[in-house]
């Protein structure tokens, strides 16, 4: 069989890229949020928002228990940034 995609975007996961390193290297890192790109450089997870209450978390869960409380209080969060809930003293 033949696959022609036409005016498609096609997403990978990140986790699947050690089985796939050749489709990874095509990425276009122009089309990617800056921030994100260097949280990813730097093994963290990184996602802006419009908020003005930055989130520095460790951990997903804590992050969204976090969110949820800035916004219970009238708030907005400004990003969503996990450490990777595995941060040491060093």
Request: net charge negative; proline share 2%.
């Amino acid at each position: 069989g033949r696959v022609v995609c036409m005016d498609a975007k096609l997403l990978f996961d990140d986790n699947s890229e050690f089985r796939q390193p050749d489709v990874f290297t095509l990425k276009d890192w122009s089309q990617e949020d800056e921030r994100e790109v260097e949280a990813g450089q730097a093994n963290l997870n990184y996602i802006g928002l419009d908020g003005s209450i930055g989130c520095l978390v460790n951990g997903a869960g804590l992050a969204m228990a976090t969110m949820d409380i800035i916004k219970l209080h009238g708030g907005e969060p400004a990003n969503f940034l996990d450490i990777g809930g595995g941060a040491t003293i060093d």
